[in-house]
Structure formats: structure tokens, C-alpha cells
């Protein structure tokens, strides 16, 4: 079974958060593989290791995305498709969906796995996107996923419980933080990786014309603050006197 | 006059609540249509309508609900097609977004997502997205027409126009393979009383109450004051609680007359969900814990420690 997994590489959520003056994500900051990817692959991994077959990991990014995809490898991936090219910069969803569209397509792949979304604040429309342009069924939100008899089954979380939701394959799954633990490269993974093939491509290569951005920033502006109110140290009792104060003040009680 | 056109989402044949919520903008930029689809989209016209629909595009194929995103969006392509409109809203909600996905990928238009309100400017429209984590508001002009933009529950208030829609019968368009991705079935979790969404306190606790095995002090307040216990995405993930429970981005948005985070660092995708409530009350050990920062009042202390004490004193109050 061919599993193509797609990956990011986002700012670090945890490295400390900054701007440049022009409001774009400042670009020294840490970059990582996206850690809902990283779910992405694991789940993969489960899922080869099951049924045999092979992960592949695309991506779309700059040359240095290269990393996220080594990631990837070293946890076990089989190898690696990165699209990068000048014009990338500044893509939406839908370019970034038709740019991984027309480097999966040719792999004819029996699933593709995303995250339900990445941590760089975007909000999950790739995905949709993507299922869309690859002529596939999408089954989202799972948190997890089964395999049998050429039908794909998983557990979409919803907000009050879940669904259980069935496709034949290939299908599109999105898969979400909580569906598996990510393993840590090996040393060995590691090694191996440096070996496993990681095909560029560019937009010319793929076919990909740019056409005009589906939306244009017209301005970015600081959020309304709420105001800080008063902070209290609490020494055992004043904690729940402040509180209670509030919330009589409040009328809820 | 625009031509504005509203998804209304319809869950298990109910109306969505952040669906009636959008007319109250939608009703603003145009003339407004509304578009329901599956079992219960006749039904729902009545509501639609008082909120200021004057056509109801309807059509009660179960197919609508059996199947994920795929029949919903043919059947939006096909009225598209005939009708063009300028905009059409869809809620930010699971459901809601997948097919506004794929809806926007199969026109090609592209959409804007997470938006927390939508105007019309110069003859196009312009939505103000959070950006960088809800520090700052950007606003993006759609190039696109339809403009297709998802807007955020809780964003606007739903009021009742008290007009009436027509209710128009449209083909349901479900092409030969677009039944595919099927649900077979729903289980719900236990859901708490009180619907967090709709509570006017909602108590939240973090990673900062240590382990699920303490999260007991949290439903315990919630119940003492007849509210809803919410969470921040990093309990949910850990498996503490489930994830109707999420406050966030990513989660649920509250807009209570009183929050109170217990044990949550403040990031601004849990805060970007409850910044909208009256009073924001904060128990955290850390001084300098970013929630404390945007608090009306912040307690630095062990919420272990304060949290049963608290509801004690709630109890007792109320008990007078
Ligand atoms: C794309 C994306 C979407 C996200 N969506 C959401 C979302 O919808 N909702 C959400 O909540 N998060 C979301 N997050 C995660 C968010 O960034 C934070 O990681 C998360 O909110 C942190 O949860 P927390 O505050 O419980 O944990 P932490 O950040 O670990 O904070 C724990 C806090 O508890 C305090 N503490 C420790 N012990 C005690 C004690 N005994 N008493 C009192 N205080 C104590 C600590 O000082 C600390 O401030 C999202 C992240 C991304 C990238
Ligand atoms: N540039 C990209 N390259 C590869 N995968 C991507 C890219 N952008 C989005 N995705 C995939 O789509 C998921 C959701 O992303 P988003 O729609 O940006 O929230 C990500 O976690 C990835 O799996």
C-alpha cells in the first residue's frame, strides 16, 4: 500500500513568537517539521508497518524544508518529493493544494494523510482543498484509523462525541494531535535517512501556472487588548475572598 | 444590491447556531439567501428566514447527511452556476469548512477562513482575519467572485428580523460518485449539562492542574455555580478530558458573563476562543503567565489549593 503523507515546516511553536516590522513571521526564527505532521507520519509508519507498502512525504516549501522531510526519514519514511520555488512565497491554500495535487497525483497513492491543520495558524483548509483537486473522498478529524479489505475506516472527533466514517480507498485522511504518540528517530533512522532520495521539483516542472492570489492583504493592524486587571498574590485566603467578590459582583452567586 | 448567500449548516436536521449568527451581518451587505440542505432543511426555513432570509434554497436528500462534504458541494456548484452570487458565508465549523474546501477548490476562487467579520468595500468585500495568533487583525480583500469567507462562532449576535423566506425546492445535483465518504455512525461522549457553548460561567482548567486525577475540582466549581467545565487544547490532547470540551482556535468559542482559567498559560490560540466574556478570572502560579496579563482579576496561586476552597465558599454562599 503507497501512503503519501503530507508535511510542513512551520515556525517553532516553541521558540519565542516574532514579526518583523513588515507583519511577515520573522525569517530567522526556528523552523521545525509541524508536530501535527509528525502525527501525520506516525500514523503512516502504523500503518505500513500493518500492510506493507510505502510512506512517501511531500511537502511544499523552501529549500530548507528539506529538514522536515530528513525528519520524517529518519523516523522511517521511505522517501521524499519537495516542491520549492521562487514563487512561493506569500501562496494560499489553494495554490499550496494544487501545487501538492500535481506531485501526488503521478504517485497515485492508496491514502494520503495530513494533520487537520497546521500550527502555523492556518486553519485547515488545505486538506478539503487538496481531496477536491485529487478527486478523492476526505475522512477528517480522526483520531483513528483502520484499514481492511480496500476500505478505510476512522473515528472523526466531533463536538459531541464522534462519527465513525467509511471511504473505499484511496481516500484523504486528516488526521488530528491526539491519534498517536510520534516515535523518535533511531540513531539508525537517522543514518538511513541520509541515503533515501528526496526528489525537487518546481512550480514549471509540475505544470503549475500562479494565476492572481485568491485573496490580497489590504492591511494588518494591532488586535484590540483586553485590559489587565488587578493581580493578587494569594497568601492562602485572599485568592478566594478576590474571587468571591467578583463573582458577587457579577451577580453569579 | 449583492447577492449574499449563507450556508446553513444543519446537524443531525437541526439548524446550527452559528449559522443564524451570520445572517445578522449577511442581512447588512445584501439581499440574503440561505441554502439548507439535507433532512430538516424545510423545517429550518421558518428560522432562516425570521433572521432575515428572503429565499431558502432547500432540498431534504439524506443523502446530504450520510455523506461527508461531497453531495453538499455539488449541489452548491450547480446553484452557483445558475445563480451567482457575490458572497456566500459559511460558519467556521468542522462541517461547515470541508465543504466550503472543497466548494472553493472545484471553482477555483480560493476562500478566507477563521474570519471574525466580513464588510463590503468598493464594490467587493473585505474580511478581518486574526493573525499571528490573535495579536493583530488583518484584513483581506477577496479576488475571487463568489467570495466565498468562514466566519467564527460568536462573532455576531443573532437577532430576529421577524421576515419571512421563500422557500424554494432546488436539485439536490449529487453526482454518480460523490457518495463516498460515509458516516456510519454517531456515539456521543458524556456531555456535560450545561452546554459550554451557551453557559454563563464556564470554569477552565489547564496542564496546571497536573493530571487528569485533579480535574475533578474544576467540574466540581463548574457544578457549584451552574456552569460548564471548559479546557485548553493541551489536557484535551493528553487524553484528560474530551475534546467537547476544547476552548480555542481550535475548539470552542465561550463568551460567558464569567470565565475562570484555572492552570492555563494564556497562549493565544486558547485565548482567542474566551477574550469575548465579560469577566475574565485567572489562578495561576506563575506571575507571569500571559493569562494574567488580559485578566480583570488574576490570582497567582495553586488553583489545587484554591479550587476546592472556592467552591466551598460558593456552596455556602449559595446554601445561605
Ligand atoms: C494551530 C494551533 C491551534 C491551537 N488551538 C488551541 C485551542 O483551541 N485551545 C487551546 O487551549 N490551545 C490551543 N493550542 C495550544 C496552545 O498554543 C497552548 O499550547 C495551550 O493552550 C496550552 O495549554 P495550557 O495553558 O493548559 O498549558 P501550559 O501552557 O503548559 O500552561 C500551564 C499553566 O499552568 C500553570 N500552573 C502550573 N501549575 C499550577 C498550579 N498548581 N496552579 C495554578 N497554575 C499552575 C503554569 O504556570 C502555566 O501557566 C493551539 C495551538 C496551535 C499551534
Ligand atoms: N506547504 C505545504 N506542504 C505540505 N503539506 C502542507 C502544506 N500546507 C499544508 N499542508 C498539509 O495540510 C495540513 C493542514 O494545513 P493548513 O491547511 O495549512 O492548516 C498540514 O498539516 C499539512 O499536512
Known amino acids: ?253 | 444590491m449583492p447577492k449574499i448567500w449563507v450556508y446553513a449548516e444543519l446537524n443531525q436536521g437541526r439548524l446550527t447556531t452559528t449559522s443564524l449568527e451570520l445572517f445578522t451581518r449577511a442581512r447588512e451587505l445584501g439581499n440574503v439567501d440561505a441554502v439548507a440542505l439535507g433532512p430538516g432543511a424545510v423545517n429550518a426555513a421558518e428560522a432562516l428566514g425570521r433572521h432575515g432570509a428572503r429565499r431558502v434554497l432547500v432540498n431534504e436528500d439524506a443523502a446530504f447527511a450520510e455523506y461527508v462534504a461531497e453531495p453538499a458541494t455539488d449541489c452548491l456548484a450547480a446553484l452557483v452556476a445558475q445563480e451567482r452570487p457575490d458572497l456566500i458565508m459559511f460558519g467556521f465549523s468542522p462541517d461547515s469548512r470541508e465543504v466550503a474546501g472543497r466548494l472553493a477548490a472545484r471553482l477555483g476562487t480560493g476562500l478566507i477562513s477563521n474570519a471574525m467579520d466580513v464588510e463590503a468595500v468598493n464594490g467587493g468585500f473585505v474580511a478581518k482575519v486574526p493573525y499571528f495568533g490573535g495579536a493583530k487583525v488583518a484584513s483581506y480583500r477577496a479576488n475571487a467572485s463568489p467570495a466565498i469567507v468562514l466566519i467564527r462562532p460568536k462573532s455576531f449576535e443573532i437577532s430576529d428580523s421577524g421576515d419571512q423566506a421563500e422557500v424554494i425546492a432546488v436539485s439536490a445535483s449529487i453526482g454518480e460518485g460523490s457518495r463516498r465518504a460515509r458516516i456510519v455512525d454517531r456515539l456521543e461522549e458524556a456531555a456535560d449539562k450545561v452546554k459550554l457553548e451557551d453557559a454563563r460561567i464556564v470554569v477552565s482548567g489547564g496542564r496546571g492542574l497536573g493530571g487528569p486525577e485533579n480535574f475533578h475540582f474544576v467540574h466540581e466549581l463548574a457544578d457549584a455555580l451552574g456552569g460548564a467545565a471548559g479546557a485548553s487544547r493541551a489536557v484535551v490532547d493528553a487524553g484528560w478530558v474530551p475534546y467537547a470540551m476544547q476552548v480555542g482556535q481550535t475548539g470552542k468559542t465561550v463568551r460567558p458573563g464569567v470565565y475562570i482559567a484555572a492552570g492555563i498559560s494564556g497562549a493565544m490560540q486558547h485565548t482567542v476562543g474566551m477574550k469575548g466574556s465579560k469577566v475574565i478570572v485567572a489562578i495561576n502560579k506563575d506571575r507571569d503567565a500571559p493569562i494574567l496579563k488580559m485578566a480583570d482579576l488574576g490570582v497567582v496561586g495553586d488553583a489545587l489549593k484554591i479550587l476546592p476552597k472556592l467552591t466551598e465558599a460558593v456552596k455556602a454562599r449559595k446554601g445561605q
Open chain 1, 1 to 253: 500500500m503507497k501512503i503519501v503523507v503530507t508535511v510542513k515546516q512551520v515556525p517553532d511553536p516553541n521558540s519565542s513568537q516574532g514579526l518583523d516590522p513588515d507583519n511577515t513571521v520573522a525569517r530567522d526564527r526556528e523552523v521545525v517539521l509541524d508536530p501535527g505532521d509528525e502525527c501525520g507520519i506516525e500514523m503512516g509508519l502504523q500503518l505500513k508497518e500493518a500492510h506493507g507498502g510505502e510512506v512517501v512525504l511531500v511537502s511544499m516549501g523552501p529549500e530548507r524544508a528539506r529538514d522536515a522531510i530528513r525528519k520524517g526519514l529518519s523516523m522511517g519514511a521511505d522517501r521524499g518529493i519537495l516542491i520549492t520555488d521562487d514563487h512561493l512565497a506569500g501562496a494560499d491554500a489553494l495554490l499550496t493544494a494544487r501545487v501538492l495535487a500535481a506531485a501526488i497525483e503521478p504517485e497515485s497513492p492508496e491514502l494520503v494523510i495530513c494533520a487537520t491543520e497546521s500550527y502555523d495558524g492556518s486553519t485547515g483548509m488545505v486538506p478539503p482543498m487538496l481531496a477536491e483537486l485529487l478527486g478523492l473522498p476526505q475522512l477528517t478529524f480522526a483520531k483513528h484509523v483502520e484499514i481492511a479489505d480496500g476500505r478505510v475506516t476512522v473515528h472523526r472527533q466531533t463536538e459531541e462525541g464522534y462519527q465513525v466514517v467509511e471511504a473505499a480507498t484511496p481516500s484523504l485522511v486528516t488526521v488530528t494531535a491526539g491519534i498517536a504518540e510520534p516515535r523518535y528517530a533511531s540513531l539508525k533512522g537517522i543514518m538511513a535517512a541520509r541515503s533515501k532520495e528526496v526528489k525537487l521539483f518546481t512550480f514549471t516542472d509540475l505544470g503549475i501556472e500562479q494565476g492572481e492570489p485568491s485573496e490580497t492583504v489590504e492591511s494588518i493592524i494591532d488586535a484590540e487588548a483586553r485590559k489587565s486587571g488587578e493581580v493578587v498574590e494569594d497568601d492562602g485566603a485572599i485568592g478566594v475572598a478576590k474571587i468571591m467578590a467578583v463573582l458577587q459582583a457579577a451577580k453569579v452567586v
